[in-house]
């Protein structure tokens, strides 16, 4: 993580910079890798690195006034200069720390630590640039978001933590959207719970760090203001849900130009970068990054230079995790198709609890309660969808606030809406659990028909049936992706009017099993084209709006299983016809009309009557070429018929 204000606000850098793409092609870069030239860090490193060698200038200081301000007594030892803070932090204690991704190499982490360093960010991983598409990425196609853990994570976090060094997290995103910023969120959610952080709290936060680097995806597209702020508190509100403290980093312009720092800062804290002796910045911030070019023992490379500006009531940054205040005897157990119950043993001394709960068994895990018992009922879910849940004994430990680590995971099933059955598409494996990083049992053949038990997710919401199959003689029990399937949906059967109103009509049917929803499709015509009325989820009715004062329409319905990105449809249900509130007109024949027994003159003919009969007409409706039609009640010959005469042929008395 590099530039603050920026280099880049420099005219003569953005010039370099924007040429960025072409320039790669330079000498003096062919050593780097493809993945170095879509890895944004490098790419901001090379050219801010030339920038700095061409200018022959290291950043720029200002004399300033007192006023307002403090400044070190001292020369700081990292990078030979005094610098000016901001009297905000006059009572605050000011720590040093470093940032680190794989361009700084190895890192001799207790040499950090003796050097005076008091905490670190780790970079764990970053979206690519696009550079390498071809064709080339453009700001209407940037090409698809690529995450990317930073090679170098694991090894880093190792050595920190066996150096005791209080740790927080950043990734170096280029998303364009706010669903894509939600993606990343996710994905540093479940790097993190990889790196078993989720129950050993951070002592640092989490950041959303989005910068655009001329020449990749982000900069190409380069958001509005509104959105840029948009994707910023959707990564940091995710963070937030999963349990770790979010923030943003930011240089001068960027806060000034991309985001709305204002709003930004109701949500979370800002980590603000400004290469100078002085930030010059009024706004709020809790760490400056004042540096790239420090020099720290056991770094083999110059490194980026960070002042965290804490309390000094806070006590200890430090907080080690205790293992006897987890949580234990997790169970769920089915209540209904929409609700799920949670029990678990007390905590010693805990003072309340914390419910996670995940769509995948690999997480990311998000909390969605605050209890004080040892139970809670999770409603509004999913019908035959399995969920994942832990708990977080909360506690008082030296007068703070701390969470213990995250129970061992426990889920159950929602009651199905019926039985769901698949078709297997392709030869497909059954897994442990849903995911292809987990292991087989087996393989099932397409055309193989199951049941399913449960729809589930992998850890990037893709959906995963729970299975049966017999696979070697054994009955087993395990996970097929919905990619290698189709959902089988039945007939919709006993479609019927619930209630008619003057310009309204509302039908029900019988539940389909495996639905997730109904399509209704209706007509003003036997035989004519239908279109769709609307769709409904969770129930087997619908009110259609906005019709005629006693008219006919005619309708059919089907259902419908939506699975990821496609859709299953069961049959269309037999046309039924219904009309809104009858009337009772009376309409008589101006010569002899045919009687059919639907509208249109292809139907069976059930008499003639004769002219100047008398008829009641209680609906209206139409025949294919649009003419009008009259649904009647007559009598003839002494005996009383019901069906359809053409609307040509009767006047209303």
Request: aromatic share 10%; with cysteine.
């Amino acid at each position: 993580m590099i530039l603050g204000r920026s280099l880049f606000s420099c005219r003569n850098v953005i010039a370099v910079l924007a040429v960025c793409a072409a320039v790669l092609l330079s000498a003096d870069v062919q050593a780097a890798t493809k993945e170095d030239l879509n890895d944004p860090d490098y790419v901001k490193r090379y050219y801010q690195a030339k920038s700095l060698a061409a200018s022959g200038n290291a950043g720029t200081t200002r004399t300033v006034s007192a006023d307002g301000t403090f400044t070190d007594k001292k020369k700081n030892k990292y990078t030979g200069k005094k610098y000016t803070h901001s009297d905000a932090f006059r009572d605050c204690e000011i720590l040093n720390g470093i940032d680190i991704s794989r361009h700084n190499g190895k890192v001799d982490w207790k040499k950090v630590k003796a050097d005076g360093i008091d905490f670190t960010m780790l970079r764990i991983g970053y979206s690519r640039l696009n550079t390498d598409l071809k064709p080339r990425i453009t700001k209407s196609k940037p090409g698809k978001l690529r995450l990317t853990k930073d090679e170098n994570f694991d090894m880093n976090l190792a050595g920190v933590q066996e150096a005791g060094l209080p740790l927080g997290i950043y990734y170096f995103s280029q998303s364009v959207t706010v669903k894509e910023a939600q993606k990343e969120a996710d994905y540093v959610i479940k790097l993190l719970d990889e790196a078993g952080l989720d129950g050993k709290k951070l002592q640092m936060p989490v950041v959303f760090d989005s910068e655009m680097t001329p020449g990749g995806r982000l900069a190409l597209v380069h958001p509005s203001k509104a959105t840029y702020t948009k994707m910023a508190k959707a990564f940091c509100e995710k963070i937030k849900a999963a349990g770790y403290t979010p923030m943003v980093y930011g240089g001068y312009y960027s806060l000034r130009d991309h985001y709305n720092a204002a709003e930004l800062e109701k949500l979370c804290d800002i980590w603000f970068a400004r290469y100078n002796t002085n930030t010059y910045y009024n706004g709020k911030y809790l760490i400056w990054q004042y540096a790239s070019g420090g020099e720290v023992d056991g770094c083999s490379t110059t490194v980026d230079m960070n002042f965290y500006y804490r309390p000094k009531s806070s006590g200890s940054l430090t907080e080690s995790s205790d293992e006897a205040k987890q949580v234990s005897g997790l169970s769920v157990k089915q209540v209904s198709s929409s609700s799920l119950s949670l029990s678990f043993k007390a905590v010693s001394s805990a003072t309340g609890y914390t419910v996670q709960r995940s769509g995948s068994a690999d997480g990311p895990f998000y909390n969605i309660a605050s209890v004080t018992g040892t139970s809670y009922k999770d409603t509004g879910l999913k019908a035959g969808k399995e969920y994942f849940y832990r708990i977080k004994a909360k506690y008082s430990e030296d007068g703070k606030a701390v969470t213990g680590p995250a129970s061992a995971v426990a889920y159950a099933s929602t009651k199905a809406n019926g039985t769901k059955k698949i078709k297997i598409t392709q030869a497909a494996h059954v897994r442990t659990k849903a995911g292809t990083s987990h292991d087989t049992l087996g393989f099932v053949q397409a055309g193989t028909k199951l049941r399913v038990y449960a729809e589930t997710e992998n850890d990037e919401g893709l959906t995963w049936f729970k299975v049966k199959p017999t696979i070697n003689g054994k009955t087993v029990t395990g996970y097929v992706s919905a990619k290698c399937a189709d959902v089988a949906l039945g007939k919709v059967k006993n479609l019927k009017k619930k209630k008619s109103a003057s310009k309204s009509v509302t039908i029900k049917w019988k539940a389909v099993g495996g639905a997730d929803g109904y399509e209704i499709w209706t007509s003003d015509a036997p035989n004519g084209t239908y279109k769709k009325a609307g769709e409904v989820s969770g129930k087997c009715s619908f009110k259609h709006i906005g019709l005629k004062k006693y008219t006919e329409y005619y309708y059919k319905v089907r259902a419908v299983c939506h699975v990821d990105a496609r859709d299953n449809y069961g049959k269309y249900s037999s046309i039924r016809v219904f009309g809104t509130k009858k009337t009772k007109a009376k309409y008589t024949s101006t010569g002899a009309v045919t009687l059919r027994k639907y509208a249109g003159t292809k139907y069976r003919k059930l008499c003639t009557i004769p002219a100047k009969k008398t008829m009641t007409a209680y609906y209206r409706t139409k025949d294919k070429a649009g003419t009008t039609w009259y649904r009647v009640k007559v009598k003839v010959g002494g005996k009383t018929y019901k069906g359809y005469v053409s609307g040509r042929l009767v006047r209303k008395k």
